[in-house]
């Protein structure tokens, strides 16, 4: 049974608050599911390669090898079953969750932790507590209500929370906390961290695979290390099958700047004028900003001419409009509600220690969304691809400049 939520700031899930990038070529829309595969990528010349060595846009020159792959749905499957199975023992929780800026609704990071702590609820029978910090002045009051609330474990959604969590936890040592996108070094912090260059790797290769241009995009939000991640697996994914296409690149705002997090009229601006000229699918990592993209696309396809949004975090797709499923070629999702759920089932069952984990593709802790069925003919190769990052065949980059 779902128990009553206290304090909670429940925003509505808005078309205007789906952020996504990128669009490629296309099969029919299908189902509304999703296969969460985790892989990132580098792409192996010679070899099979079941559902054309081009894909569908006809603009990647390298082949890829699929002989023995999992597929995309095997390996969600075997992940999903792998969560399920797992739950705690232990007395029920009260469980803070300090959301970031745009707090539940926001269709990507907040969202996913979210859904986590939604299933928290009906596996584990946890009590949630959420606060939205709409500033950041409200992140100093915010933890300290959940602190002094006794809610255990607090869960900092997004790297802002760093120094504030760093603070709470050494003077609260008796209470677990945990943040995600950050490493703070305290005895009883959980650091989750992931590999976003791994994810952002497979759907870069999807794009390229389904370009009919060889022309995409990437719009970051804060111009940080953390979104660079997303930009450079995006880069060297798409590189990896199309060596020659061209990517676009821009981000809404410096590090520091909050706002750029919510400016979908600046992504909606970039997004129209790259699509003007020829760029026909776009990746955005910048949280509701992305809604812009996703209009943009929406727009130009309605006018004729097919355009593509890759969305991030969460799979957009089931977040969307019929309208906006249509340019939706995918989703890199990162498992931030894994992280959530893994995070207070391990409190449950009397885990309170700190420490750093790493979700990457092998955990399943990043990886790409299949709803739409826009990738059903490319999933072998990028099935293969992920394969090769799980073996450390390919080493993903960190840095833009190194893809």
Known sequence: MRRARSLRLIAGVTAAAIALAACGNSSTPGSS???????????????????????AGGCATETIDTAGVTSAAESSSAAESSSA???????????????????RGDGTFNDSAASGADRAETDLGVTVTELEANSDDDRVPNLNTLTQNKNNPIIAVGFLWTDTVAAAAAANTDLTYAIIDS????????????A?????????????????????????????????????????GAKA???DIEIESSYLGAEGDNAAWNSPDKAKEIAKNWYSAGTDIIYSAAGGSGA????????????????WA???????????????????????????????????????????????????????????????????????QLEALKQQIVDGEITVPTDPADA
């Open 33 to 55: 599911t999703s296969a969460n595969s985790t892989s990132s990528v580098a792409a192996t010349t010679g070899g099979s390669s079941t559902g054309g060595g081009t894909g």
């Open 85 to 103: 199975a797992a739950t705690g023992g232990g007395a029920p929780l009260q469980v803070g969750l300090a959301f970031d800026t745009g707090g």
């Open 183 to 194: 490493v703070v070094d305290e005895p009883n912090v959980k650091s989750l961290v992931f």
């Open 196 to 236: 976003e260059e791994q994810g952002s790797f497979l759907v870069g290769a999807a794009a390229a695979l389904k370009s009919t241009t060889c022309k995409i995009g990437f719009i970051g939000g804060q111009e940080g290390a953390l979104i660079k991640r997303f930009e450079a697996g995006y880069r060297a």
């Open 241 to 243: 099958v199309a060596p």
């Open 292 to 307: 812009g993209t996703v209009d943009a696309a929406t727009e130009a396809t309605a006018a004729g001419t097919q355009k």
């Open 310 to 380: 890759i969305g991030v975090d969460s799979d957009t797709y089931l977040l969307a409009t019929p309208e906006q499923q249509k340019v939706i070629l995918t989703s890199m999702l990162k498992r931030v509600d894994e992280a959530v759920y893994q995070t207070i089932e391990q409190v449950q069952a009397g885990d309170t220690a700190g420490g750093t984990k790493v979700f990457d593709l092998s955990t399943n802790g990043v990886g790409y969304s299949t709803s739409g069925d826009y990738l059903t003919d490319i999933v072998p």
